[in-house]
């Protein structure tokens, strides 16, 4: 879980929701500065939410990019049924989808933090061309570290058997006795966020979102397919899927690759100025070359709402 270090907005961000034809979902959208450059979808991770991307709203937005963080189905205030079938891949590939097309910016860049990741990679498989590139941000392709599968097991079996509250508490606990090495204390508007957060968010979508980070068989050989550029980016002391696994896969795929040091699980919130600085390099680079194969000098376009079955 990302924990934001302030809660303040930045310039030229609202939050509101965004309708698209599978429902509408709570987002931060954020205006670029000067001369645009792009659009650009962010997705959370496990127990996450849009407010995990606010330290990068305004380095990107001051680079030229819309930046939109969406709550995914099911996340803090987007609406969620309770439902297990609504929480499959597929289904929540295709509002991703769906907010892309809603946008209405042509191609986005894609951005999924750890389980965001997931999902991102899904809807990347779905509709290719509704997206420039793909970033993978402290997500990879294959099962979490053993300690990760421990902790989701044992929140899945806790949302089972009890209270959403206890479960709460619980979970605060054993956060406080393994902080990751850049993370910070909590204050009381922090806290009370968190909490609120945590019970917004549908037990069903987290069921959902653990059961799908247990089992990712098909994930190496699904990223290597990609057509669209791929970015891995993560913090050196990465704990949820091992770096060196991370790495590799880089170099397997031909992925852009970018190792931020001194950041864990979260360089959204921990770096997020050296983040934001590389990941605008990246979209540049794309956008770049995507110009010099069109022969109008623009980048690719092409039908979003087009999907694989």
């Given amino acids: 879980m990302s924990k934001p270090r302030s809660l303040t907005l930045p310039d030229r961000a609202r939050a509101h929701r965004l309708e698209t034809v599978r429902g509408g979902f709570a987002v931060l959208d954020t205006a670029p500065v000067g001369e645009r450059r792009g659009t650009v979808l962010m997705l959370p991770g496990y127990t996450g939410s849009k407010e995990d991307f ?47 097309v809603a946008l209405r910016d042509g191609p986005v860049h894609l951005l999924g933090h750890s389980f965001g990741g997931l999902v991102a990679r899904s809807a990347a498989v779905l509709a290719p061309r509704a997206f420039r590139s793909l970033t993978l941000l402290s997500s990879g392709p294959g099962r979490v570290a053993r300690p990760q599968r421990v902790r989701i097991r044992a929140l899945r079996a806790g949302h089972a ?123 540049q680079r794309v956008d770049t070359a995507a110009r010099e194969e069109q022969p109008g000098g623009e980048p690719r376009t092409g039908n979003p709402a087009e999907a694989r079955t």
Wanted: overall charge positive; cysteine-free; aromatic content about 6%.
């Fill in 54 to 100: 606010l330290e990068l709203l305004g380095p990107l937005s001051g680079a030229g990019y819309r930046v939109v963080a969406v709550d995914g189905r099911g996340q803090n205030e987007s609406f969620g049924p309770r439902g297990r079938a609504a929480y499959r891949r597929r289904a929540l590939a295709l509002d991703v989808v769906a907010q892309a």
């Fill in 161 to 283: 058997l009890l209270a959403k509250e206890r479960v709460w508490r619980t979970t605060r606990w054993l956060d406080s006795r393994g902080e990751a090495p850049d993370a910070v204390a909590d204050t009381a508007e922090l806290t009370g966020f968190l909490r609120r957060r945590w019970m917004l968010t549908k037990v069903a979508q987290l069921s959902g979102a653990g059961r799908l980070l247990l089992r990712d068989p098909d994930g190496p050989a699904e990223l290597a397919g990609l057509t669209l550029p791929v970015h891995l980016a993560y913090g050196s002391d990465e704990m949820v899927w091992p770096p060196a696994e991370l790495a590799a896969v880089a170099a397997r795929t031909g992925a852009h690759h970018t190792v931020i040091e001194g950041a864990g699980h979260s360089p959204n919130v921990s770096h997020p100025r050296e983040l934001a600085a590389r990941l605008a390099a990246f979209w």
